[in-house]
Structure formats: structure tokens, C-alpha cells
């Protein structure tokens, strides 16, 4: 059975760290695509940070860069995201999400990703 668990999130004071993992179980074909994703409450799921295997790139949402860093560790079928310098605005729900079939849309487009992690709540707050 293919899965995704997210893993790492919690509660943090604006300013402060956190890092979330994803953790890759039961797939036999290597990922064309994997990203992290949120969603607020009354807001739509919105593209964090992923990496694309078209052009082995990485790449980060407008709001993340510089905070944010994505990493990948094949050999553990693992990829994370340190989230530093957390603002409450990055409060949501982060899922990490996954496609093994070429993709056409930017990895950071949600749509289409047919595996999808069962999200994990990250609050930042004082």
C-alpha cells in the first residue's frame, strides 16, 4: 500500500522553527514529483515548496523563500521542509503530496497529485 505520513508539526511562536517530514512507504517507481502543500481555514490548498524531476528543480512559493528549505533523502524515502523564521500567516494544514507519472502543471500546481499525505497542523502564535 503507498503512503505518505507527515510528521514534525505542532505549535510555534512567531519567529521560531519547525521541520516537517514526509516519510514514502510501499512505491516502486521513483517520484516525477514531491511537494508540500497547505491550507488554511477558509482559504484553498496552496503550493509550499516541491521538487520536480523535469530539470531536478526546486522550487518555493513567493511567501516561503528564504524561510523555507526543501530537501530530499532518497535512500530514506524522505523529504522535509525546515520552516524557520515562521510567521502566523503560515499557520495550516501541511500535506505532502506525490505523483510516479510525468506531470505537465508546475510541481507547485496541487492539481493532479494522485498520492496525497493526511496533513499535519502547524500553528504559529504567541
Known amino acids: 500500500q503507498r503512503q505518505l505520513v507527515e510528521s514534525g508539526g505542532g505549535l510555534v511562536q512567531p519567529g521560531g522553527s519547525l521541520r516537517l517530514s514526509c516519510t514514502a512507504s510501499?512505491?516502486?517507481?521513483?517520484?516525477?514529483?514531491i511537494g508540500w502543500f497547505r491550507q488554511a481555514p477558509g482559504k484553498e490548498r496552496e503550493g509550499v515548496s516541491c521538487?520536480?524531476?523535469?530539470?531536478?528543480?526546486?522550487n518555493y512559493a513567493d511567501s516561503v523563500k528564504g524561510r523555507f528549505t526543501f530537501s530530499r533523502d532518497s535512500a530514506e524515502n524522505t523529504v522535509s521542509l525546515q520552516m524557520d523564521n515562521l510567521k502566523p500567516e503560515d499557520t495550516a494544514v501541511y500535506y505532502c503530496?506525490?505523483?510516479?507519472?510525468?506531470?505537465?502543471?508546475?510541481?507547485?500546481?496541487?492539481?493532479?497529485?494522485?498520492?496525497w499525505g493526511q496533513g499535519i497542523q502547524v500553528t504559529v502564535s504567541s
Open positions: 510501499g512505491f516502486t517507481r521513483d517520484f516525477t514529483a
Open positions: 503530496a506525490a505523483d510516479t507519472v510525468n506531470r505537465y502543471r508546475p510541481c507547485l500546481d496541487s492539481r493532479d497529485y494522485k498520492y
Open positions: 521538487f520536480a524531476r523535469r530539470g531536478s528543480s526546486t
